[in-house]
């Protein structure tokens, strides 16, 4: 079987300690206390060692025994000094470089607590046969747009003219995202992957129309 | 300074070389020196509309290639001083045209005339490309037919994202010319009518000219239709130029012909 090794790339979500104090004592009790806390959580846990500030001058091989005795599994260390990149490679550790984690993580914290802004992108003309639209957030097209043309959004689509080609709204799932049109004669709308086509002129031909999503099904409402 | 024009379709077979040789030869009947230049490289046609194809000896792609002089290349118009044609090569491809080359040449062309009118050949390739580039101004040439319609739709869209203009934040000015037009078809509901056909390209609309014998005539006899002054068709394109010009002309050849009484009588 040729396929007896497969090798693929991937992101694995691991825990970071990183260390504020110099002496082995004292993170030794500080691990204790944590493993007290929540001893599940300690158990077979891959980690790797931030030997960043003030862990420069620790001795990989201790820290490697006490958290092995914390039931923890150490698996890399990360900005190490030479001497501890070499006690990590004889202790089989890898080098996982240079990086702030705690950096990373206090960013990604700030924008989840923030409302998510929704960018609105306005396109003034039509969307002509063969023109393709996108935009990551709600898109509004002051024309029409022709068959043949395919307008998308992650939001919502509002088009202040002829909906005559494709538009799909809320590609990236969102459910509550609608289309809304002047002149309605689409050969294709979707809402968040439900889709339908129009064969023939759809019912509400020529009206102006909004398109949304309710309980998987696509109302296609005349205003 | 010359006004480039770029007489395109998207679709074949509409009538842009008919167009072409009409729209060069009435703006030449109205006192503007024009030429006008075959970009259907391989498919030489508009020498044959002109009526100029046994003068051929050099042709734009060797202007282009810099192997002749535009002088040695331009042919004179037997009927009209001021009209001059620069036919396409026969023996060669789209791919010979440069844009370097192509924008040489008409550099050395706008200093001398008026108008440059450029016949694009169908679709939407280089060869359309090339011909729509460095235009000004377009005539989209239609026939009131869905295809055709579409397809039209689609060269606009590529005049308004790669012509030079485009590139520059500019706009391309668009013209309707709706060819082929047959109202009593258009009654019997078997044709797209001239508003169909607005509603669905929304640009202003230069023209519409009529189904006529007259212009398979013009073509095979090598007369642009403009110099039939008693057919429909070469009065049609009459007031298109007219209109293209700034005149004020109404619309003509909308309606049904009604039959007069010795025909209706004998039979027509």
């Known amino acids: 079987m040729s396929n ?23 993170i030794q009790q500080e691990l204790a206390t944590k493993k007290a806390e929540a001893p599940a959580l300690f158990q ?20 490697h025994t006490l958290c092995r005795d914390a039931g923890m599994l150490p698996v890399g260390v990360r900005n190490a000094s030479e001497i501890q990149r070499q006690q990590a490679s004889e202790l089989g550790l890898a080098d996982l470089g240079k990086g702030n984690a705690r950096q990373a993580v ?15 992108k306005v396109h ?18 002051l024309g029409m747009v022709s068959n043949g043309a395919e307008v998308l959004a992650t939001g919502d689509i509002h088009i202040f003219g002829a909906l005559r080609g494709r538009a ?3 590609v990236k799932g969102d459910e509550q995202a609608v289309i809304a049109c002047q002149q309605f004669d689409a050969e294709l709308v979707s809402v968040a992957g439900q889709y339908r086509l129009f064969e023939a002129a759809p019912e509400d031909h020529q009206k102006a129309v909004v398109i949304s999503l309710a309980e998987g099904n696509l109302n296609i409402t005349s205003v | 300074m010359a006004k480039i024009i770029v007489v395109t379709s998207g679709k074949g077979g509409v009538g842009k070389t008919t167009t072409s040789a009409a729209f060069s030869a009435a703006l030449a009947m109205k006192g503007h020196k024009t030429v006008v230049i075959d970009f259907d490289v391989g498919l030489r046609n508009l020498d044959l509309v002109m009526g100029c194809e046994r003068r051929v000896v050099y042709d734009f792609v060797n202007v282009v290639q810099g192997e002749a002089s535009l002088k040695q290349a331009l042919i004179k118009d037997k009927r009209l001083d001021n009209l001059f044609v620069l036919p396409a090569s026969q023996t060669r491809d789209k791919d010979a045209l440069k844009p370097e080359g192509v924008e040489k040449v008409l550099n050395d062309l706008r200093a001398e005339f008026d108008y440059i009118v450029c016949d694009s050949p169908a679709g939407i390739e280089h060869g359309a490309q090339m011909a729509l580039y460095f235009a000004e101004e377009a005539v989209i040439v239609t026939n009131p037919e869905v295809s055709s319609v579409r397809d039209s739709d689609r060269i606009i869209g ?25 109202p009593e078809r258009v009654e019997r509901g078997e044709m797209l009518s001239v508003q169909d056909v607005e509603d669905i390209l929304a640009i202003p609309l230069l023209g519409v000219i009529p189904e006529s014998e007259a212009v398979l005539k013009a073509s095979n006899q090598g007369v642009p239709v403009v110099h039939d002054d008693a057919s429909d068709a070469g009065q049609a394109y009459d007031d298109a130029v007219s209109r293209y010009l700034g005149e004020d002309r109404p619309h003509r050849f909308l309606e049904k012909q009604k039959k007069g009484f010795l025909k209706r009588v004998f039979g027509g």
Do not use: W
């Open chain 1, 4 to 26: 007896a090794v497969v090798l693929k790339a991937g992101l694995v979500p691991l825990t970071t300690l990183s260390f504020s104090a110099a002496d082995i004592d004292s």
């Open chain 2, 158 to 182: 590529i005049l308004q994202s790669k012509s030079r203009l485009a590139e520059e934040g500019k706009s391309v000015k668009e013209h309707l010319l709706l060819t082929r037009y047959n």
């Open chain 1, 44 to 63: 077979n846990l891959p980690c790797v060692l931030d030997l960043s500030d003030a862990a420069q001058m620790l001795d990989v091989n201790a820290l």
């Open chain 1, 168 to 170: 799909l709204a809320g």
């Open chain 1, 106 to 120: 206090k960013t990604s914290e700030n924008t989840a607590t923030e409302t998510p802004q929704r960018s609105v």
């Open chain 1, 124 to 141: 003034t003309g039509n969307v002509r046969s063969g023109q393709q639209l996108y935009t990551d957030g709600d898109l509004i097209i």
